[in-house]
């Protein structure tokens, strides 16, 4: 969970800088990874049946959902920065945290 407190606390100020197109995307994100998270916990807590069998396949689902929006950051923040902004100032900053936070994420899950 405090990998998605950290992912929260990096994208927090994203509707000062961003329009809807991009906060909507980082919302998303947070949504997906949190039901992640969630069916994470149940599972490990679920006894072998049909709970944590269906339980298993939620965490496939959003873990393939999240994987797949990883090439989509670039082209969605790309209209607001240009490319030497986006990698050394305090968006590329942002981006690197919310996509450390997000590698965290899914090596916990994995170990």
């Known amino acids: ?6 992912y929260r606390g990096a994208v927090a100020e994203a509707t000062f800088l961003f ?3 991009v906060t909507d995307f980082l919302d998303a994100i947070d949504k997906r990874a949190l039901r ?4 994470h916990e149940q599972w490990a807590a679920a006894p072998l049946g049909d709970e944590k069998a269906r339980l298993a396949g939620v965490m496939g689902e959003e873990l393939l959902w999240l994987n797949e929006q990883l090439p989509l950051l ?21 981006v690197t945290v919310g996509r450390d936070a997000w590698t965290r994420i899914r090596r916990n899950l994995d170990g």
């Open 36 to 39: 992640l998270w969630l069916a």
């Open 19 to 21: 329009e809807s197109d």
């Open 74 to 94: 670039k082209p969605t923040f790309a209209p607001y920065m240009k490319f030497a902004i986006w990698r050394s100032g305090p968006f590329g900053q942002l």
């Open 1 to 6: 969970m405090d990998q998605v407190f950290q």
